[in-house]
């Protein structure tokens, strides 16, 4: 089994499903098992990503973005008004 086992699979299906690279200081919902080994101790395995999740980040930093340019534009307006 490779180093990262099988999470580098899950790693290519999230790219893919997502059209996002898998980057440092991405978000990301991640389903994993945690099992111990005699042997080797702790593992980690990558059950799921969930490529759904990053889209409701961007989705809300979207929704962010537009509140804050409506309230700059309101608090313009008011300005120009002299309200």
């Given amino acids: 089994m490779a180093a990262w086992g099988n ?3 899950r790693i290519k299906d999230f790219e ?3 059209g996002r690279k898998f980057t440092n200081n991405i978000r ?3 389903k994993v098992s945690i099992n111990f ?7 980690l395995d990558f059950l799921e990503i ?3 999740f990053i889209y409701e980040l961007l989705n809300q930093k ?3 973005t537009f509140a804050a340019c409506y309230e700059l ?3 313009n307006l008011k300005s120009r ?3």
């Fill in 7 to 9: 999470a580098s699979q």
């Fill in 16 to 18: 893919a499903s997502s």
């Fill in 28 to 30: 990301v919902l991640v």
């Fill in 37 to 43: 080994h005699k042997v080797f101790g702790l593992a």
């Fill in 50 to 52: 969930n490529p759904s």
């Fill in 62 to 64: 979207t929704r962010n």
């Fill in 73 to 75: 534009s309101h608090y």
């Fill in 81 to 83: 008004r002299g309200v």
